[in-house]
């Protein structure tokens, strides 16, 4: 087993913690073979939980995992391994809204321009780095497509052995705290916050009929969480 999962999700109106431990990618056969190739990907622990609210209080969503041994090729591979949750789309401009800090090798979308455009950026890693992310599509009603938009967190190394934690929190604002960092070290710990959903990408245009989406609606109180390794260009 290359990582062991275990995912914590605690209620801040409720006396106990449910725990769910997760031995998530352990089953070799769960990232299938054809011939002598690998087909990685794997993903486990698929459940769905409300947010909360301020009076009966918000949930945390937490999760550790341990960082693998390097590959003995990386050459022209792309590794994520996440804790993630996501939610409905909400505006009809609004499309994928995903919390997903990750674990990453090779090339994987890392970084970001920033504000006002929250554009992704793509660079090369040849060991073992982490960055809190939140991955973002909207409907672009000028090409009628879907365009890709990323915040992201400071990136930091990290070795075999190390745990890394991912949380989510949402506070009494309303806004997202969305943190991945080396367990006992809090000098390398990734933040992003996110005030508004679509990180106000879709402010001053929503959709047709919509209003400015904000965490308090109802559509952004419901999750969908899981655990995620995707494996990208693997051929041995």
Not at 6 to 16: D, Q, V
Not at 123 to 148: C, D, I, L, R
Not at 179 to 207: F, Q
């Amino acid at each position: 087993s290359y990582s062991f999962c275990t995912l914590l999700h605690t209620a801040t109106n409720m006396s106990t913690a449910l725990t769910l431990l997760i031995s998530a990618f352990a089953a070799a056969n769960r990232f299938g073979s054809e011939g002598d190739k690998c087909a990685g990907g794997a993903c486990c622990g698929m459940a769905n939980y409300p947010v909360g609210n301020p009076t009966d209080g918000f949930n945390t969503f937490y999760a550790e995992f341990d960082v693998p041994g390097l590959p003995e090729k990386i050459d022209g591979i792309t590794n994520f391994i996440y804790f993630n949750i996501f939610f409905d789309n909400g505006p009809p401009n609004g499309k994928m809204n995903q919390f997903v800090p990750q674990l990453m090798l090779g090339e994987p979308l890392d970084g970001s321009t920033g504000p006002p455009d929250y554009n992704p950026e793509w660079h090369n890693h040849s060991t073992w780095v982490f960055a809190s992310q939140y991955f973002m599509e909207v409907h672009n009603e000028t090409t009628n497509g879907t365009t890709s938009h990323a915040a992201a967190g400071d990136i930091y190394n990290c070795t075999k052995g190390e745990i890394l934690f991912t949380e989510f929190k949402l506070d009494d604002s309303w806004t997202w705290t969305l943190t991945m960092g080396v367990k006992g070290d809090p000098s390398r710990v990734s933040v992003i916050k996110a005030e508004k959903p679509y990180m106000g990408l879709l402010e001053n245009n929503p959709g047709k009929g919509a209003k400015a989406p904000r965490w308090s609606d109802d559509v952004f109180n419901h999750t969908h969480v899981n655990s995620c390794w995707e494996l990208y260009g693997m051929r041995d």
